[in-house]
């Protein structure tokens, strides 16, 4: 799917042009959860996002839950928010952001350009910041939450959750979505104007992500140490929306293979329940080279997770030059699309052992296709690079999104009227 782009009359009287799009700019970024001590998919997509604004020269202040915010990263400004656990996912902080402290720090700041992630609970308190500010507002969307309602809560509260997102996102001067499948979910809901979302370019972190950290010892550790037998590899929150039970099935039809699950998450326990007895390793959080470690060290990296906006670390799989069977949903098919199934990696239909088993024998039955296959997602992976991501939100969506702004610019009280007596839907 192509992502509409914005059209040749949107774009009059620019605010930067595309010749002098590389000002320095002030930026304020709301992320929630915190990408300092939250591990999810966006940690690293924020981190790098902030350090090469920072090396383009931007001034960058961030706001996110107080949890282990850094004394200082690459000179950005951070402040904390004193956070609560969401009611339903204990392990996620949330904050609304919007105390005299943050409000009176952001309005110092001076920013050009308001920037929260979304869904959550901070991003109300960016957007009623920028609109008192009167400053454009990006959101980016990063958590499909209307998929995973029915696996924490009441399916009921789907509709309503809909209607949340419209009401952030048409607030929104532009959307940034992680892949185009996300695009199409949020196009089909109509939760904002098709010309008004953008694809946040993928990126990873090739050499913290590289096969040269394939480590005896980290197998030895993740096989139980038994660094002979074939080892399946997942890194990922773990969470219930990540359909991880799944991989007891696949776990059941190979008895002489090792599995490892990297990462933690509110379903820990009960998934360690489920395999006792079974040949699993369950690490815990692992950082640094460890994670570098482990992924390299893998045979097969399978994701089943059905539910993902992107999938990250499917992408940090492939660079580390580990084969992936991954479900054919959410964001996935964006890392390994239709032209490169069977030669970058492979997909399976969700849910659907026999597909699923029928792409991940073959791979642990030959050492010289996991090889092939391998070679081939690092070498794809090499092409994508954040800065080059970070460069196309700077100095082009950002500029989409600042035009929009003017031409709709409403004050605080206008807004607010509107958004209390809205206009009708078509």
């Given amino acids: 799917m192509t992502i509409t782009e914005v059209r040749e009359e949107d774009l009059e009287a620019p605010l930067i042009d595309h010749e002098n799009g590389s000002r320095p700019r002030r930026i304020a970024l709301f992320v929630e959860p915190s990408p300092f001590s939250y591990v999810s998919g966006y940690k690293n997509r924020f981190q790098n996002?902030?350090?090469?604004?920072?090396?383009?020269?931007?001034?960058?202040?961030?706001?996110?839950?107080?949890?282990?915010?850094?004394?200082e990263f690459y000179g950005a400004q951070l402040i904390g928010s004193r956070s609560f656990p969401c009611p339903w996912y204990q392990n996620v902080p949330l904050s609304l952001a919007l105390s005299p402290r943050i409000i009176s720090?952001?309005?110092?700041?001076?920013?050009?350009?308001?920037?929260?992630?979304?869904?959550?609970?901070?991003?109300?308190?960016?957007?009623?910041?920028a609109k008192l500010l009167s400053v454009p507002i990006v959101m980016s969307y990063h958590t499909h939450v209307p998929v995973?309602?029915?696996?924490?809560?009441?399916?009921?509260?789907?509709?309503?959750?809909?209607?949340?997102?419209?009401?952030?996102?048409?607030?929104?001067?532009?959307?940034l979505v992680p892949s185009a499948a996300i695009a199409r979910d949020?196009?089909?809901?109509?939760?904002?104007?098709?010309n008004r979302i953008r694809l946040w370019k993928k990126g990873v972190d090739s050499q913290s992500f590289h096969p040269r950290y394939r480590s005896h010892e980290m197998r030895l550790r993740l096989s139980n140490g038994e660094p002979e037998k074939l080892l399946i590899i997942h890194v990922g929150r773990i969470g219930v929306e990540k359909s991880l039970d799944f991989l007891k099935i696949v776990m059941d039809r190979l008895p002489e293979a090792r599995i490892a699950f990297i990462g933690d998450g509110p379903y820990r326990e009960e998934l360690e329940k489920l395999f006792t007895g079974m040949p699993a390793v369950f690490t815990g959080m692992l950082q640094g080279d460890e994670l570098s470690q482990a992924y390299a060290s893998g045979d097969v990296f399978v994701m089943p997770s059905e539910s993902e906006t992107l999938g990250q670390v499917v992408s940090e799989a492939m660079s580390s030059g580990i084969p992936v069977v991954g479900a054919r949903a959410g964001g996935i098919p964006d890392i390994i699309p239709a032209d490169q199934e069977g030669k970058t990696g492979f997909l399976f239909n969700p849910g659907d052992i026999d597909d699923c088993m029928s792409k991940l024998v073959p791979l642990l039955q030959n050492k010289e296709l996991r090889g092939t296959i391998g070679r081939a997602a690092r070498e794809e992976?090499?092409?994508?690079?954040?800065?080059?991501?970070?460069?196309?939100?700077?100095?082009?969506?950002?500029?989409?999104?600042?035009?929009?702004w003017r031409k709709k610019r409403t004050g605080p009280l206008r807004w607010l009227m509107e958004c209390l007596f809205p206009a009708p839907e078509d």
């Avoid at 991003?123 to 009623?128: E, N, S, W």
């Avoid at 949020?186 to 098709?194: G, H, N, P, R």
Wanted: charged share 20%; aromatic share 14%; glycine share 4%.
């Fill in 381 to 404: 992976m090499e092409k994508y690079d954040w800065k080059a991501a970070t460069e196309t939100i700077r100095n082009e969506q950002y500029n989409d999104a600042i035009m929009f």
């Fill in 186 to 194: 949020l196009q089909a809901q109509k939760v904002t104007e098709a």
């Fill in 105 to 129: 720090a952001v309005s110092q700041f001076k920013p050009d350009i308001i920037h929260a992630s979304s869904p959550g609970i901070m991003v109300f308190g960016a957007l009623a910041i």
């Fill in 148 to 175: 995973y309602i029915p696996r924490y809560t009441f399916s009921w509260l789907v509709k309503p959750m809909w209607w949340v997102l419209k009401f952030l996102h048409r607030a929104a001067d532009l959307t």
């Fill in 49 to 71: 996002f902030i350090r090469y604004l920072r090396e383009m020269g931007d001034e960058v202040m961030v706001v996110t839950t107080h949890e282990g915010v850094p004394q």
